[in-house]
């Protein structure tokens, strides 16, 4: 059994091949409780879906861990250590509603964004970090939109977009909030095999998702939530009818709903 987390050393040492983890988490918007004491690990090297009913604080987590959201307890760490000192191995890809459409930028510029953070206050983008965002569109499959403005876009190009501008930081961990949210299936197809390519080699990546249906297509490990973790590990173990009638509180025998579980 995996020794509680008690600050970052303890982390850090028993369990060197994790992505991230959290402890004792807990979230509040105003008076209402949205994450209580959750505790999240990760292993390096997976696709981790995050699952659960809507307002179970799914994408909370994600943006309590990577401080976009103040805690109200707890701690998250990232390969064993805060993310003020392994910031650029970490990449977050945003729900597509949270940006202005209307900006008027083209595609290849909105992914060439992504190469900032490595470049610092000073220097600009240029030849060589324009290169690396054509390299991330052909990855996602839409070269041709590269000089298409953002607002001319569908809404699977969009998280196409989202998605390339996460790939050309280069990351060692990818946080994505519902990448297959009003998607297209040739975009769906796209993101899954970036996705598979990303586990092949070596990378780590969590994705808050809703589709049950897709869960074991996506995803090798598991995290069942509602406002606690419910369960959280391999597929196998964790997605079964009985995690996710409790996760969902389907307090009948729906096989319809259940009926993807092991």
Known sequence: MTAPLTNHAAIREPNATLACATENLSVAYR???VLRSVDFRVPQGVVMGIVGPNGAGKSTLLKAMLGLVRPLTGT???????LTRVRRSVGYMPQSTSVDWDFPTTVLDVVTMGTYGALGWVRRPGKAERARAFAA???TGIPDLASRQIGELSGGQRQRVFLARTLVQAPELYFMDEPFQGIDAKSQ???VS???TLREQGKTVVIVHH???TVRDYCDHVT???RRVVASGPADESFTKENIRTAYEVTADDDAF?????
């Open 189 to 191: 197809q796209a993101i």
């Open 31 to 33: 008076a209402e409780p």
């Open 137 to 139: 569109l052909e990855q």
């Open 258 to 262: 259940l009926e993807f579980a092991s």
């Open 76 to 82: 998250s760490v990232f390969f064993g250590r805060p």
């Open 224 to 226: 069942l939530l509602n």
């Open 211 to 213: 589709d049950l249906a």
């Open 194 to 196: 970036v996705l598979h």
